[in-house]
C-alpha cells in the first residue's frame, strides 16, 4: 500500500471497543467519525446510544439505512479519502470503513484493533455495498457527479444485500 496519508498512523493499533467513540477505543462508526471530525473537519452523529450491541445486525442495519440521507453514491473508482465503505458482514450491511486511498480502508472490528486493508481484496470485494460521501461534508468537489447523476432523493435500501 503506497501513498497512504501520513495521518493515517494516528489511528492504526486503536482497539475496537463496542459503542467507543475516542482513541481508548471505538467500533466501526467510532472510527469512521472521529477520523472524519479531525481530519477533514465533518461532524456526525455519535449513535452510541442508538443501538445495544455491536453483534445485533438487525438493529444496525436498520440503523444505517435510517440514516442514509445525507450520504452520496460515490461512482465506481471516484472514491477519496474521506469517503465511506459501507460492508456486509454475515449478510447485513453494519460494518464501515474510511477511505485514505482509492481501494484502502482504516477500519477496526472487534478482536482486530484499527488497520488498513483493502477493501477490494478477497476478504471484502464481495461484501462492499457502495462507497458513500457525506454530501455536507466538502471532502472533494471536483465534477465527481454526485447529486447530478439520478441519485437525489433516491430511496437507499442495504437491507436486503447478502454475501453471496
Known amino acids: 500500500m503506497t501513498d497512504i496519508p501520513a495521518w493515517v498512523a494516528d489511528y492504526i493499533g486503536i482497539p475496537f471497543v463496542a459503542h467507543g467513540r ?22 456526525l452523529p455519535s449513535y452510541a446510544n442508538d443501538y445495544a450491541s455491536t453483534s ?12 442514509m440521507a445525507p450520504w452520496r453514491p460515490v461512482v465506481a473508482d471516484d472514491e477519496c479519502a474521506g469517503d465511506v465503505v459501507l460492508l456486509r458482514v454475515r449478510g447485513r450491511p453494519i460494518h464501515v ?7 484502502v480502508m482504516l477500519h477496526v472490528e472487534e478482536g482486530i484493533a484499527t488497520c488498513l486493508e483493502r477493501y477490494d481484496g478477497p476478504r471484502w470485494a ?6 458513500f460521501r457525506y454530501q455536507e461534508s ?20 442495504v437491507t436486503d444485500a447478502s454475501d453471496s
Open 22 to 43: 475516542d482513541r481508548t477505543g471505538w467500533d466501526c462508526w467510532g472510527c469512521v467519525r472521529a477520523c472524519l471530525a479531525e481530519q477533514f473537519s465533518v461532524t
Open 97 to 103: 470503513g474510511l477511505v485514505v486511498v482509492p481501494k
Open 56 to 67: 445485533d445486525r438487525d438493529q444496525l442495519s436498520r440503523l444505517i439505512a435510517g440514516e
Open 126 to 131: 464481495k461484501r462492499v455495498i457502495g462507497v
Open 138 to 157: 466538502g471532502i472533494r468537489d471536483q465534477g465527481s457527479g454526485i447529486g447530478d447523476r439520478g441519485t437525489e432523493g433516491r430511496s437507499w435500501d
